[in-house]
């Protein structure tokens, strides 16, 4: 079955405990990308990856790392969370642009985290 | 600055009720508008990819639409398995984020 898997899918950390949450696809897509949604703000928008080794900044990329050192694998790092990271992150994938033309993102099921 | 603003926030609609939801957009040349529906707890499900105005989607009880400055998602007799949060999101051609709105919130009743 073409999915994206996150994991973990539920996450309560402490502040400056690093973390990792891992995005997996198994589509062979090119493009991937991390948001966060919270109540009111809508989804954001954190990092993105056109293929192995290119990422850049999405809207909110403070507090985050990223790295695509695999075509299928780019997992979120919060190197020290604070509790404004509490939120339900997304890792989403899509395959490669054709031209002007871009296909949509497949999401994975999302992980909530809560930094106390 | 790309935009994007839906309406209403929420909608409640009884089953068989057809109506409308709105997406207006501000961006920069337009590579893509894209709808999603998105369940409780559950990532946003992929619906139709629009690309320019005057093009039209339909899957099932959905038909989206758009213009230079706004899509509809129509919602032609709803049945209670169709309430979901529904995004609207837009891509522009001077870069490669995506930028999405707040949704929709839609509740058929039976």
């Known amino acids: 079955e073409a999915q994206v898997t996150q994991n973990p899918r539920y996450l309560i950390t402490v502040t400056g405990k690093k973390l990792t949450v891992t995005c997996s696809q198994n589509?062979?897509?090119?493009?991937m990308s991390w948001y966060r949604q919270d109540p009111g703000l809508g989804l954001r928008q954190i990092y993105y990856?056109?293929?192995?080794?290119?990422?850049d900044k999405g809207d909110v990329p403070e507090g985050y790392k990223v790295s695509r050192k695999e075509k299928r694998n780019f997992p979120l790092i919060l190197e020290s969370p604070s509790p404004n990271q509490t939120s339900l992150y997304f890792c989403?994938?899509?395959?490669?642009?054709?031209?002007?033309?871009?296909?949509?993102?497949?999401f994975g099921s999302g992980t909530r985290l809560t930094v106390v | 600055e790309d935009q994007v603003t839906q309406s209403p926030e929420a909608l409640r609609l009884q089953e068989g009720e057809s109506s409308s939801l709105n997406c207006s957009y501000t961006v920069s040349g337009l590579r893509g508008l894209f709808w999603y529906r998105q369940d409780p707890g559950k990532g946003p499900e992929f619906l139709f990819t629009?690309?320019?105005a005057g093009e039209e989607k339909e899957k099932e009880r959905l038909k989206a639409t758009l213009t230079k400055k706004e899509s509809f998602l129509h919602i032609t007799a709803p049945k209670p398995e169709d309430s979901a949060t529904y995004l609207c999101?837009?891509?522009?051609?001077?870069?490669?984020?995506?930028?999405f709105g707040t949704g929709t919130s839609l509740t058929v009743i039976p």
């Open positions: 629009l690309y320019s």
């Open positions: 999101a837009v891509m522009s051609n001077t870069g490669n984020q995506f930028y």
């Open positions: 589509m062979n897509h090119e493009y």
């Open positions: 990856s056109m293929n192995v080794e290119v990422t």
């Open positions: 989403a994938s899509s395959s490669k642009r054709t031209g002007v033309r871009h296909y949509g993102y497949t």
